[in-house]
């Protein structure tokens, strides 16, 4: 066929390279191309689980120093919340440049976190319940707006990565649930100031803990499907 070709074309093997080349190249622009959308996409996404793993780590120490001053178990259980998110988002980090499977995996161990969290949070309310303490409700409204703040900025700059894989989508979870734990300490500072009474405290704490195990066997549930797939 090759030689055909050449009898046929005048300027034989000329053509024919050329023709190879600019299908190499076409082909070889199109592979950059992909790689180089992923490997933007994933630069993103750092750069966002490195701003939200700074914002929550400093949450955390902040939160849990206000939790035990103050006395107030639903305050603890967002400190673990963030605690737990801070941690997720470092597994996050190094699952953004690995394979569906290492990162089915990294949020199945997310799941896990967040289920300990849970338990942790229902062993102060049993504490609470023994040794009754009444929080101050100060410290509560104070730190859980300020809390409020720093996880509405998080979820901001998650919202664009909530789709994009099972690693990202778990993160998001998370976030989302540090603004529903945000606003019932929040309530809960009012309900004590108001009642002169901690049962509110341990009330808000103990559906904390509900939320928690819900969005903890959510993660898991979807992270076992993603195992699956991959596997199948």
């Given amino acids: 066929m090759t030689k055909l070709f050449y009898r046929l074309h005048p300027c034989g093997s000329d053509v024919l390279w050329s023709q190879v080349k600019l299908f190499g190249d076409i082909n ?12 933007k996409l994933r630069e993103r996404q750092r750069g966002t689980l490195k701003a939200v793993l700074a ?15 103050g006395r107030s178990t639903a305050l603890l259980s967002d400190s673990l919340d963030n605690l737990g998110d801070a941690l997720t988002y470092g597994l996050s980090l190094y699952a953004v440049s690995q394979g569906a499977n290492t990162k089915a995996k990294v949020a199945l ?15 102060q309310i049993i504490q609470r ?16 707006l300020a809390g409020l703040l720093a996880n509405s900025l998080c979820l901001f700059l998650l919202w664009k990565h909530r ?4 690693n990202m989508s ?18 809960a500072a009012g309900a004590v100031w108001f009642f002169e009474s901690g ?6 704490a103990s559906c904390l803990v509900i939320l928690l195990l819900s969005s903890s ?16």
Avoid: H, Q
């Fill in 55 to 69: 914002v929550n780590t400093v949450m955390f120490v902040v939160i849990a120093g206000a939790a035990f001053y």
């Fill in 199 to 204: 049962w509110a405290d341990i009330f808000v």
């Fill in 170 to 187: 778990s993160v998001w979870e998370c976030s989302r649930n540090d603004i529903a734990s945000n606003l019932s300490v929040f309530i």
């Fill in 163 to 166: 789709n994009e894989d099972i």
């Fill in 28 to 39: 070889m622009a199109s592979c950059c191309d992909n790689n180089c959308a992923i490997e």
């Fill in 109 to 123: 161990f997310k799941g896990g976190l967040i289920f300990i969290g849970a338990c942790v949070v229902l062993v």
């Fill in 129 to 144: 319940l023994i040794v009754p303490a009444l929080p101050s409700y100060e410290i509560m409204g104070i730190f859980s």
């Fill in 217 to 232: 066997f959510r993660v898991i549930r979807s992270a076992l499907k993603e195992l699956k797939e991959s596997f199948s």
